[in-house]
């Protein structure tokens, strides 16, 4: 689900669907039909994570920060 959350977010076309990972997640709904929603939601966090770590590097690249400490 991650994946499928940045790759919306940065614009990306997935082009690989796999029935066995779909299968797998209706066995984990058939014992709990809840776990999607905690799945969702962990998905969600981590994606959040990882698109605010790529827009600060963006920012950092746009501004020419070559990793050394600017004097104050």
């Known amino acids: ?17 796999h029935a066995d990972y779909l299968g797998s997640w209706l066995d ?14 962990a998905a969600t ?9 790529h827009a600060a590097a963006q920012v950092e690249a746009t501004q020419g920060d070559t990793g050394e400490r600017r004097a104050a």
Do not use: H, Q, Y
């Not at 991650?2 to 940065?10: E, T, V």
């Not at 709990?32 to 939601?41: E, M, P, T």
């Not at 966090?45 to 770590?53: G, P, Q, V």
């Open 45 to 53: 966090k981590a994606a959040d994570w990882l698109l605010a770590k």
């Open 28 to 41: 984990v709904l058939r014992e709990d039909n809840r776990a999607i929603f905690r799945a969702a939601s």
């Open 1 to 17: 689900m991650g994946s499928a959350f940045l790759c919306a977010a940065l614009g990306i076309v997935p082009t690989v669907r």
